[in-house]
């Protein structure tokens, strides 16, 4: 059965950049049917999409966070990552790893909390 | 931006049926995909492509999509279907969700 497990700092401070990795087990991340997901959710409130990579390296952002947002996949370690730059107080937040396809995103992580503050 | 509404709140007895709507923009020829979250829990998908239910998810789950509007039903509601629920679509290659519905069984 597919896992996701995120990993990553807890804490950034303002305008650093943030990176988390997700590595997925049970799965390749090359299966050419799926793509990998990052979906975060601030305390209290629902779920926001920011992107999603195909193994390919091909990616579609969020247009609210496109100029800050890069994602990679590194097939070796079947893994992929997100980085968020100029982090603020509103990127506080739980990040989620998810498998994406036609089905939807039927597996997720379980999720990391990041907390932006100096 | 493409927006999808649904109600912030639905009550249902136990036992009885619960329906929660998403709407909005036009998913009139979009798949809708629906996931549950219980407290402190990551999601998971519950209907896929307006009315598929995932392998492991009760008969009790339905999704239907008419027009403008698609439905989650949720019958002989259970305790443990407390939740947060949200809708999912795609709209030029980004992922937009509903702001979710709590559903809180009486």
């Known amino acids: 059965q597919v896992q996701l497990q995120e990993s990553g700092p807890g804490l950034v401070k303002p305008s650093q950049t943030l990176s988390l990795t997700c590595t997925v087990s049970?799965?390749?991340?090359?299966?050419?049917?799926?793509?990998w997901t990052w979906i975060r959710q601030p305390a209290g409130k629902g779920l926001e999409w920011i992107g999603r990579?195909?193994?390919?390296?091909?990616?579609n952002y969020d247009p609210s966070l496109k100029s800050r947002v890069t994602m990679s996949v590194d097939t070796s370690k079947n893994q992929f990552s997100l980085k968020l730059s100029s982090m603020t107080a509103s990127d506080t937040a739980v990040y989620y790893c998810?498998?994406?396809?036609?089905?939807?995103?039927?597996?997720w992580g379980q999720g990391t909390l990041v907390t932006v503050s100096s | 931006s493409f927006e999808l509404t649904q109600p912030l709140s639905v009550s249902v007895a136990l036992g009885q049926t619960a329906t929660i709507t998403c709407g909005g923009g036009?998913?009139?020829?979009?798949?809708v995909n629906w996931y549950q979250q219980r407290p402190g829990q990551a999601p998971i998908l519950v209907i896929y492509?307006?009315?598929s239910r995932p392998s492991g998810i009760p008969e009790r789950f339905s999704g239907s999509h008419s027009g403008t509007t698609a439905t989650l039903t949720i019958t002989k509601a259970q305790a443990g279907d407390e939740a947060d629920y949200y809708c999912?679509?795609?709209?030029?290659?980004?992922?937009?969700f509903g702001g979710g519905t709590t559903l809180t069984v009486l």
């Open positions: 998810a498998r994406g396809g036609g089905r939807g995103f039927d597996q």
């Open positions: 049970g799965d390749s991340i090359s299966t050419f049917s799926y793509y």
């Open positions: 990579i195909y193994s390919g390296g091909s990616t």
């Open positions: 036009n998913i009139k020829n979009k798949n």
């Open positions: 492509r307006d009315t």
């Open positions: 999912q679509v795609w709209d030029n290659n980004s992922g937009v």
